[in-house]
């Protein structure tokens, strides 16, 4: 819902009227990063103290019309809420905005210090001692995401793994644009799929840029924006992908760490003993599906909604997926 009014304006009363003792906000400024998402950034008085909260809401306030994987803000804010109780870390919801505050479609956060940019996370030296730590991490993390309580979520969709292929599959031939090695990879998946297996709640999106990390580790797991019940080692698979390595290609999770302290992490966190195969499985995927997401972006821009280099530049690198996936179904 775009508005002509003043957002910082808004904002405030917003923050006033959701959040008991708040008396108004300042140093309003928009975050770069979020491709279909904006993340706002201000300061809030509560009860004479200065607290520092994040504003997440959709480009311009409104849904993305491209985008219709995702789950409504308002969902979002509810898993996170239901993470933090499985024992995820998380930020803590504040409030989720309603019609009345004339912000469209959004909630707002505390603010979380550390950091979400592969580069740094990945190479200065004050991460060092996390990046030894961050795969058994993540493991544990993702074995209580696996827990979380997801009843009376109605918008969250329930998937198998041959849902979830033919899900990326009706996107990708909705773009009738036909790329041979996706053909293929296709074809790997459907002759691969993993039987068996509980389903459980998956993040969707569980890699760089949605972790905020400091020097002892994962402090909290943001970005719930496409999440689904169904098998939970997806996630595994999806952190494993090679486009979030970062050229660091002999540590495969995430460019910090090796699989076998992932797998460790998880089942010590109550996940259950993980079968690389059914893992592997989930890496040729995710190596698909980043592809996929990455032609949806592009879309954005072409169909005139946003006008971004950004999300055209993104849109390119569905090709450097080719060699990933060629290489992991062994063609």
């Not at 997806?234 to 076998?260: A, H, I, M, Q, Y």
Request: with cysteine.
């Amino acid at each position: 819902m775009k508005t002509s009014e003043n957002m910082e304006a808004l904002l405030s009363r917003a923050v006033q009227q959701h959040m008991p003792g708040a008396s108004g906000i300042s140093e309003l400024r928009r975050l770069t990063g979020g491709a279909s998402k904006e993340t706002w950034s201000f300061h809030a008085i509560v009860n004479g103290k200065d607290e520092k909260l994040i504003l997440r809401r959709g480009r311009g306030g409104d849904p993305d019309p491209v985008f219709t994987i995702d789950v409504s803000l308002a969902t979002e804010a509810l898993l996170m809420e239901r993470a933090s109780q499985a024992g995820v870390p998380v930020p803590e919801v504040k409030f989720v905005l309603n019609e009345i505050d004339r912000l469209g479609e959004g909630f707002v956060m505390s603010f979380v210090v550390g950091e979400t940019i592969a580069r740094k996370v990945l190479r200065d030296d004050k991460y060092a001692a996390a990046r030894d730590m961050m795969a058994f991490q993540l493991g544990e993390i993702l074995a209580k995401v696996a827990t979380m309580d997801t009843s009376g979520i109605d918008e969250l969709a329930r998937v198998t793994p041959a849902e979830q292929v033919d899900r990326v599959r009706n996107i990708y031939q909705s773009f009738d644009e036909p790329f041979a090695v996706i053909e293929l990879a296709f074809k790997w998946l459907d002759a691969h799929l993993p039987t068996g297996g509980k389903m459980a709640m998956a993040h969707g999106d569980f890699r760089h840029g949605n972790m905020i990390i400091g020097p002892d580790g994962v402090r909290a797991i943001i970005d719930w924006e496409i999440p689904h019940v169904g098998d939970p080692i997806e996630d595994l698979g999806w952190v494993c992908t090679n486009v979030w390595r970062f050229g660091v290609s002999d540590k495969p999770v995430g460019g910090f760490g090796t699989r076998e302290d992932l797998f460790a992490g998880y089942e010590a966190g109550g996940g259950g003993t993980v079968d690389p195969g059914r893992v592997h499985f989930w890496e040729v995927f995710g190596c698909l599906n980043w592809g996929i997401i990455c032609m949806m972006m592009t879309r954005r821009h072409l169909l005139g909604h946003t006008q971004s280099v950004e999300l055209v530049t993104i849109g390119r690198r569905a090709m450097e997926g080719e060699i990933d996936l060629l290489n992991l179904i062994g063609a």
